[in-house]
């Protein structure tokens, strides 16, 4: 900073790292000392400071050199896991790679800790010691979960019971859980059915406290926590300074910026019956996008597809549509949204879709028609 003589009076500004504070010192040194011997007159004789201008000049280029050396171009680090059941890729920008290293790592644990707390397939989850004690007492769980079942009571009230957390005995009887696809008996669905609705969730809140109010009954988060994990990764790596990146959970992804090159992040929306093509394309400005579909997982028998997205009421694969995509402030919300639009159909969907603030949807019907919320349309650049 120049004071009114013409001194400069701090180079803080001008140095960063330690090596560039040892510079400092030793510019500031012989800087002062130039000072000194120009600026201080013998007896009898005026300022000398007049006869150093180039000397002057010399050292504020030296400073400016040494100081305000250009900072190094952002890279792209990339990097996939797979967790919560699912491929999770995390795109972030940076310059400094330890410091991008550090933010992948924290977001990465960040995904394991909510996989540990809410998975659905291991017996030492929180969520698993709610399923084991069905039909009796209240469980204690963390206020975390105990928020996160509350939210999904929420969608289920707002979807009609489209969205149920409860569907974990019928994940189970088609072999959701582990993979091992199968078609159960009209018998064998017929006798899951009483153990799924929503309002058999019953929730205390002091303490945080679920009980499920029937033997056998089982919540499955299979269709919110890859969203919410995916809102706690973003939310990790803002809090390290990341101010560009795009984390994808299986389909369920969300934005923080912009791209290096400073546009909006393009996402892809997957037609549901080209495997290797993309239907419509999106860009999207800090926001979350989820696409449900009966592609994702699925498996033929005697030439009809059986998928995972399961319709609560009849214990059986949704028919209504090949695949939905919500696009919301939240990837918690698109997730949810996207499951219980998928299981209303197109046309009570968009009704829903519609009536919400900030959410959007694109929807592919089960012929294969495509429809899009009024505030999406001339948004979306689609394949033709």
Not at 83 to 102: M, Y
């Amino acid at each position: 900073m120049i004071n009114k003589y013409g001194y400069l009076e701090k180079l803080e500004i001008f140095f960063e790292n330690k090596e560039q504070r040892v510079k400092k010192a030793q510019c500031t040194c012989w800087y002062m000392s130039i000072l000194r011997r120009s600026a201080t007159p013998s007896i009898g004789e005026k300022s000398n400071f007049s006869r150093y201008p180039y000397v002057i000049a010399g050292c504020w280029l030296i400073l400016l050199i040494g100081g305000c050396r250009p900072a190094p171009p952002p890279n792209i680090y990339h990097e996939t896991q797979t967790l919560l059941g699912t491929l999770v890729e995390i795109k972030l920008i940076a310059t400094d790679p330890s410091a991008a290293s550090a933010a992948l790592a924290a977001a990465f644990a960040e995904f394991g800790r909510i996989d540990n707390l809410m998975s659905f397939q291991s017996a030492k989850s929180q969520l698993a010691r709610i399923n084991q004690a069905a039909g009796g007492k209240a469980v204690s769980i963390d206020a975390e979960l105990f928020q996160l079942v509350l939210q999904s009571k929420y969608y289920a009230e707002l979807t009609a019971g489209a969205f149920d957390i409860s569907i974990g005995p019928l994940s189970r009887l088609w072999g959701l859980d582990n993979k091992q696809y199968r078609k159960p008996s009209s018998e064998e669905i017929a006798a899951k059915l009483p153990l799924v609705g929503y309002s058999m969730i019953l929730t205390q809140s002091k303490p945080p406290a679920v009980r499920l109010a029937r033997p056998g009954m089982s919540i499955d988060l299979g269709a919110i926590a890859k969203g919410y994990a995916v809102d706690k990764a973003i939310n990790i790596l803002k809090r390290r300074g990341i101010s560009s990146a795009l984390v994808n959970a299986g389909g369920d992804i969300r934005t923080i910026g912009t791209r290096p090159d400073g546009n909006l992040w393009n996402i892809g929306i997957q037609h549901p019956r080209k495997p290797k093509q993309i239907l419509a394309s999106l860009r999207v400005d800090n926001q979350a996008v989820v696409t449900s579909g009966d592609y994702e997982q699925f498996f033929m028998y005697q030439g009809v597809r059986y998928h995972h997205i399961l319709d609560p009421a009849t214990g059986r694969p949704a028919r209504g549509c090949q695949a939905v995509t919500v696009v919301a402030q939240s990837t918690a919300a698109a997730d949810a949204l996207a499951t219980g639009v998928f299981v209303l159909g197109p046309e009570k969907g968009m009704k829903l879709i519609e009536g919400l603030p900030d959410t959007e949807a694109l929807i592919v019907d089960a012929a294969g028609n495509v429809s899009v919320s009024s505030g999406l349309k001339g948004k979306l650049d689609f394949n033709h």
